[in-house]
């Protein structure tokens, strides 16, 4: 057993005494040392930094679709630009009848509410808050919206079938208009009509794609009610898919619905349009990982170039220290132990950089996420440090081989007559 393992203890206490060796020499040399790393230095730090603010950025803005909900999509009415001589806004605009086509006959859609918006009036107890947001849905808004009712109920079919004079308020609506904690029961007057108020919906932060900001005061009444006090309202389909995989077919499935449905000729442009969050969660994704694959460009060529600077300085030692390379043969040191001397050295060189890099980027890292709020999802995976520090041993390996072997073929005789 000692046999076996004698030259391994032996590698093992080299390498051991040659990375002390190097990083003396290091120290001995530490300006020229600094600047020989420089580049490492500069290209691990700029990577840490962007794929640690990549990733928080990235965690962001898929925190901010999860608030719409990834299975949501979109779809109203438009006038393509060679038909709005012909063709009026009203037109364009999508109906119950289509929405209730779609729900018939598209299986990728699994709920749809139409709705429509307008900032009226209301007044409670004789006080009056002008031009808060009025929107009219069915009740299945609820789930596609993730929005409960904490109070009360919600609406129900034949609320909307009956067009009854009922509404929803959110928790900022009870504070503007001075409401009980639990409003249901109570009258408002919205555009001088009588609603009474059957729930208290919950109220959710308002997302970055809908303009952020502070949540304000809404209020929610049946979709066919809120058509019959404004018909010309705009009106928009928010539809829920069966689940995020069925993005495209949905998209598709909804088009196709549409342009029967109107008559459009092959060659006819669409009368309306859809958008869909997955795909734009899609392209967010594709964005980001083009970004990195950036950013590991960058710190390529500045490895590349901070490699060169290794192999030029390890050269330049081998070349100063020739009467010691000589020294160390004449009294038996074998041409690998000073292979293994200058080839380490190189590798230490690369790694103590990219150990600074990477502590300069963590640096940046903490100091984006304590003073921003949003950043606070900003991080460095491990997996891209490991590929730091490996990136860097791999250049000082491939940059110091070529001084180490010329170090190691050495004379020992010519050495030490070297001046």
Same mark, same amino acid.
């Given at each position: 057993m000692k046999v076996i393992f004698a030259p391994l203890v032996f590698l093992l206490r080299?390498? &051991?005494?040659? &990375?002390?060796?190097?990083?003396?020499? !290091?120290?001995?040399?530490? %300006?020229?040392?600094?600047? $020989? +790393?420089?580049? !490492? !230095? @500069?290209? %691990?730090? &700029?990577?840490?930094?962007?794929?640690?603010?990549?990733?928080? +950025?990235?965690? =962001? %803005?898929?925190?901010?679709?999860? $608030?719409?909900? #990834?299975?949501? +999509?979109?779809?109203?009415? =438009?006038? *393509?630009?060679?038909?709005? $001589?012909? +063709?009026?806004?009203?037109? #364009?605009? %999508? $109906?119950? =009848?289509? #929405?209730?086509? @779609?729900?018939?006959? #598209? *299986?990728? !859609?699994?709920?749809?509410? *139409?709705?429509?918006?307008?900032?009226?009036? @209301?007044?409670?107890?004789g006080k009056v808050v002008r031009g808060v947001g009025v929107t009219g849905i069915w009740p299945e808004w609820h789930e596609i919206e993730d929005r409960q009712v904490i109070y009360g109920r919600p609406f129900s079919r034949i609320d909307i079938e009956e067009h009854r004079q009922v509404c929803l308020v959110n928790e900022d609506a009870v504070d503007e208009f001075k409401l009980d904690t639990d409003p249901t029961g109570s009258y408002i007057l919205i555009q001088g009509r009588r609603f009474l108020i059957v729930g208290l919906v919950e109220t959710k932060d308002v997302s970055m794609f809908q303009g952020g900001g502070d949540t304000t005061a809404e209020v929610f009444i049946p979709f066919e009610t809120h058509k019959s006090m404004d018909p010309y309202s705009w009106t928009v389909f928010v539809l829920q898919l069966a689940s995020p995989d069925v993005a495209q077919d949905a998209e598709a499935e909804v088009r196709f619905i549409l342009r029967k449905h109107r008559q459009l000729k092959p060659e006819d442009n669409d009368t309306f349009e859809i958008h869909v969050l997955q795909n734009a969660i899609q392209q967010f994704n594709s964005m980001a990982s083009a970004v990195t694959m950036g950013a590991g460009l960058v710190v390529g060529f500045s490895l590349l170039v901070g490699g060169i600077g290794i192999m030029n300085i390890m050269l330049a030692s081998v070349s100063e220290r020739t009467r010691e390379i000589g020294l160390r043969k004449a009294v038996g040191a074998q041409p690998i132990v000073v292979l293994l001397q200058f080839l380490i050295e190189a590798v230490v060189l690369c790694v103590v950089g990219g150990g600074v890099g990477v502590l300069l980027g963590q640096g940046l890292v903490f100091a984006m996420r304590s003073s921003v709020s949003w950043m606070s999802e900003v991080s460095v995976p491990t997996l891209w440090v490991i590929v730091a520090f490996g990136s860097c041993a791999v250049v000082g390996v491939v940059s110091g081989m070529f001084p180490a072997l010329k170090a190691a073929a050495l004379n020992p005789i010519n050495a030490l007559r070297h001046e």
């Open positions: 080299l390498c &051991v005494q040659t &990375v002390f060796l190097a990083v003396g020499q !290091i120290m001995t040399r530490f %300006v020229r040392s600094s600047l $020989t +790393m420089l580049g !490492i !230095i @500069i290209g %691990v730090f &700029v990577v840490v930094a962007s794929v640690g603010f990549l990733t928080g +950025m990235k965690g =962001y %803005v898929l925190k901010e679709f999860e $608030t719409l909900g #990834a299975r949501k +999509m979109w779809c109203w009415g =438009y006038v *393509p630009e060679d038909k709005r $001589t012909t +063709m009026s806004w009203t037109d #364009a605009k %999508v $109906t119950l =009848y289509e #929405a209730n086509l @779609i729900l018939e006959r #598209a *299986p990728s !859609i699994s709920s749809l509410t *139409p709705q429509c918006s307008r900032n009226w009036d @209301i007044a409670y107890e």
